[in-house]
């Protein structure tokens, strides 16, 4: 199960990734493949992917030729985050938005909640989750941010050589590090 707030996370070949990830944990060494057992990859996304209003869209294979389900076992169901109804999807939907435990449907959610938010060691448990998220945000964005400067660094040196109009497009290509075409865009002015 992935819980997905932007609509680019639930592009479908992601649950088919995920759907393989699964049969691969899921099959030892000297198994028959009808020993896989049925499974389920459940995306729940913030707001209605598919745009019907339908709590649920089942995904399921068929046989195109006959028409009938493929049955493979392999299962994928989008759930609408944002849908309202009085239905158990519609509470539960209602319970993932909520941030009062108190207006929970669920107990189970509840108590998870009141745990998270007013249990001092719940609390602690909390912090730390989000204090590592934040340094996983930190880190990636410290990479991303090497990648562009360097990525800047070899633009400027190629700049640079072409400046002087010492040196042939392969040495630039090969001090630089830069692609012959962005290091020949460069010469024509179209590149950075």
């Given at each position: 199960m992935e819980i997905q707030r932007e609509d680019k996370g639930a592009d479908p070949h992601r649950a088919r990734f995920h759907s393989s990830v699964m049969d691969i944990e899921n099959l030892d060494a000297g198994q028959e493949f009808d020993q896989l057992p049925d499974t389920y990859t459940i995306f729940i996304i913030e707001k209605d992917f598919y745009g019907k209003g339908e709590p649920i869209y089942p995904i399921e294979r068929m046989n195109l030729a006959t028409g009938k389900p493929f049955e493979d076992g392999e299962h994928i169901l989008y759930v609408n985050g944002a849908?309202?109804?009085?239905?158990?999807?519609?509470?539960?939907?209602?319970?993932?938005?909520?941030?009062?435990?108190?207006?929970?449907?669920?107990?189970?959610?509840?108590?998870?909640?009141?745990y998270l938010k007013e249990n001092p060691k719940g609390v602690s448990?909390?912090?730390?989750?989000?204090?590592?998220?934040?340094?996983?945000?930190?880190?990636?964005?410290?990479?991303?941010?090497?990648?562009?400067?360097?990525?800047?660094?070899?633009?400027?040196?190629?700049?640079?050589?072409l400046e002087t109009g010492k040196y042939a497009l392969e040495e630039i290509?090969?001090?630089?590090g830069l692609p012959l075409d962005e290091v020949k865009n460069l010469q024509t002015g179209q590149g950075a």
């Open positions: 849908y309202q109804g009085d239905s158990d999807i519609g509470k539960l939907m209602h319970d993932f938005r909520c941030t009062d435990a108190a207006d929970m449907n669920f107990e189970i959610l509840a108590d998870r909640t009141r448990e909390m912090c730390k989750v989000i204090e590592e998220m934040r340094k996983e945000e930190r880190e990636e964005g410290m990479k991303e941010g090497i990648k562009k400067g360097m990525k800047e660094g070899m633009i400027a040196v190629a700049l640079r050589m290509v090969t001090i630089s």
